[in-house]
Each structure stands twice: as C-alpha cells, then as structure tokens.
Antibody
Framework: QVQLVQSGVEVKKPGASVKVSCKAS????????IHWVRQAPGQGLEWMGK????????GYAQKFQGRVTITRDTSTSTVYMELSSLRSEDTAVYYC?????????????WGQGTLVTVSS | QSVLTQPPSASGTPGQRVTISCSGS????????VYWYQQLPGTAPKLLIY???QRPSGVPDRFSGSKSGTSASLAISGLRSEDEADYYC???????????FGGGTKLTVL
C-alpha cells in the first residue's frame, strides 16, 4: 500500500531554515508528483509546491518563491522540502502528498505531517 | 483567505443528510475536477471524493460529491457520530499550476 513517512518534529529560531523529508513506498516513486501542503494552527490547507520525482522538475506557489526548495533522491525514494528565513508565521504542520495519475490532481495519499515550530 | 469558499460550519443529527458547499471560479472548479477531504483532529487529511464524484476504495457510499459550473457539494447521508470532522474541498487551479483549497467546514453531529 502507498505510504509516505515524514521526518519528526522541528523547533527552529526565526531566520533559520528547516528541511523536512518524506519517504515514499508501496508504488513506483518516479510515476507520481509529490506535493507539499502546510496547515497553520487552527487554519486551513495551503499548497506550497510540487516536484516531479522522475525528472526533478518543480513548481512553487508564488507566496513561497525564493524561500522554498523541493528536491528528491530517487535512490531512497525520498522527497525533501526546505524552507528558509523562517518566521513565526511559518509555525505549522507540513504535509507531503502524492498526486494521482493525472498532472492536474490534488494529493490522494498523505504523509502523517511534521510539526515545525518557529520561536525565539 | 482561501481561494475556494466553504461555510465554516455545518451540523446535523444522527441519520440525517447534510450537504457542504464549495464555490470557486473558472480557473479551478470551472475547468478541473473537485476533491473532498476529511480531517479528524490531529490527523492528516483523508481523500473522500476525487474526480468530482468518485470514491476511493474503503470510503462508504454515504459520501457523495457533485459539481455544477464553478460550484461543488459534498453530501453525507445517514450521518454518524464518527463523521464529526473538518471537511475540505480542493481543485487544481490553472493560474497557480497547483491545488487550491477551501477554508474547511467543521461538521458537528448533534
């Protein structure tokens, strides 16, 4: 079965960077896009960006352009999301999600989420 | 401010049928499929409906989705206490080249 397992809780100071991992299993890693979506406390879901694990091509929401970088390691079927210049408003649960068969699909399967807390 | 618009809350009694609406625009719902997610407290979203009205295996047929123009709705029939959760609609947005989400609807089973 499809599984996405994310790395653990992170606590960072303002101005620092965080790198969250998402290890995929149960399917052909290079066949489906991986998306990153975040959820601030008590808030809704917000799309950050995506990666095509096959060629490594990425796309980012304009809000995060220049601060977010999504990469992948095909040898370990792992996708990484790095967010820099952290501020308190970046405190959120960060989810990775696997897309469907079509490019135009929202995530079908989700990781368990990684809580990132930004605090001085 | 979410791109898709949902009511913040909905409620019903056990056995009732409830519907949750989702409104978008021509760049998202109007030209792409709609998806619905259920999120229980402290857990990741779970896909309930994809491609407007399709259920993944394991999702009860009490859940159904529909779309018309730039709006969509999720219907839950035979409401149960375990349906109490947050529900989000989503769709691909051609301008963003990524998914957009509704703000979520908190469903309370009275």
């Amino acid at each position: 079965q499809v599984q996405l397992v994310q790395s653990g809780v992170e606590v960072k100071k303002p101005g620092a960077s965080v790198k969250v991992s998402c290890k995929a299993s149960g399917y052909t890693f290079t066949s489906y896009y991986i998306h990153w979506v975040r959820q601030a406390p008590g808030q809704g879901l917000e799309w950050m960006g995506k990666i095509n694990p096959s060629g490594g091509g990425t796309g980012y929401a304009q809000k995060f352009q220049g601060r977010v970088t999504i990469t992948r390691d095909t040898s370990t079927s792992t996708v990484y999301m790095e967010l820099s210049s952290l501020r308190s408003e970046d405190t959120a649960v960060y989810y990775c999600g696997r897309g469907g068969h079509s490019y135009y699909e929202t995530p079908h399967h989700w990781g368990q989420g990684t809580l990132v807390t930004v605090s001085s | 401010q979410s791109v898709l618009t949902q009511p913040p809350s909905a409620s019903g009694t056990p056995g009732q049928r409830v519907t949750i609406s989702c409104s978008g625009s021509s760049s998202n719902i109007g030209s792409n499929y709609v998806y619905w997610y259920q999120q229980l407290p402290g857990t990741a979203p779970k896909l309930l409906i994809y491609s407007n009205n399709q259920r993944p295996s394991g999702v009860p047929d009490r859940f159904s989705g529909s779309k018309s123009g730039t709006s969509a709705s999720l219907a839950i029939s035979g409401l149960r206490s375990e349906d109490e959760a947050d529900y989000y609609c989503a769709a691909w947005d051609d301008n963003l080249s990524g998914p957009v989400f509704g703000g979520g609807t908190k469903l309370t089973v009275l």
